[in-house]
């Protein structure tokens, strides 16, 4: 097998065999860390070249044939980070849509009285809610809220500054806490922020931030967005290329 098949015909059968086998699985179970790596070991294996008793030399190592081709790999997945990143698909899913039938039941089971976001494990949890809930760290990070009305939206602790590094203020809460909500910062009845608030507030970086983001005049609810899209939808392979990042 090993001299029968190119290096070209290698990467296809990893891709379209070794790799999408496990998709099904890994959509809804996290997978052992250590199965993970049988999985990665076995790809490598195959790649190089590898007869009963005797293992071909690896000439470069694993990490750098998960890396993209632009970037001088074979662009082939890490199998844990990929685990996390359909994952984090079902924990998006649950978030946006709270009405379909498997969110409603999750909901009134582990979390009845608060958002996946605050959801803890529970005492006598299944192994796919344990699945799903370890993906929250991930749409945390990769996730953030789209200002409309902004009365959901608390100034210090949510996640609605559009920049990647974090999403919330650098500014530290006043001690007064007298202005909490960011619904707080916008004049309605000028369809604006409220620039001298703002500045007065907040840190020059801040305020800059804040300032820029767009507001919409019919005032719509606050909307989760997902920051690594244009268009503000999840998808798997954003969220994969954050997680390896």
Known sequence: MDRLVSWAGKEVLIKAVAQAIPTYA?????????????????INRFCWGYNTGKQKIHWVKGELLC??????GLGFREM????????????WRLAKSENTLVASLL????????????????SHPS??????????TLVEKGSRWLVGDGDT????????????VTFAPYTPKPLDGSISKVSDLIDYEQGGWKEGLIRELFLQG????ILDIPLCSSWPRDKLIWHYTSN???????????QVS
């Not at 009285?113 to 803890?120: K, M, P």
């Open 232 to 242: 503000g939808r999840f998808t798997v392979q954003s969220a994969y290329q954050l």
């Open 127 to 136: 192994f796919t809610w344990r699945s799903i809930l370890s993906a929250g």
């Open 67 to 72: 890396k993209m081709k632009n970037m001088g």
């Open 80 to 91: 844990e980070a990929f685990n996390d990143a359909l994952l984090a698909k079902q924990f």
């Open 206 to 209: 801040d305020a800059e931030t």
């Open 107 to 122: 909901k009134a089971w582990y979390f009845p009285n608060c958002s996946i976001f605050e959801a803890e494990l529970g």
């Open 26 to 42: 890994m959509s809804v179970f996290k997978l052992p860390t250590n199965l993970c790596h049988v999985i990665q070991s076995t």
């Open 153 to 164: 939206l608390d100034i210090w602790h949510s996640r609605w500054l559009p920049r990647s």
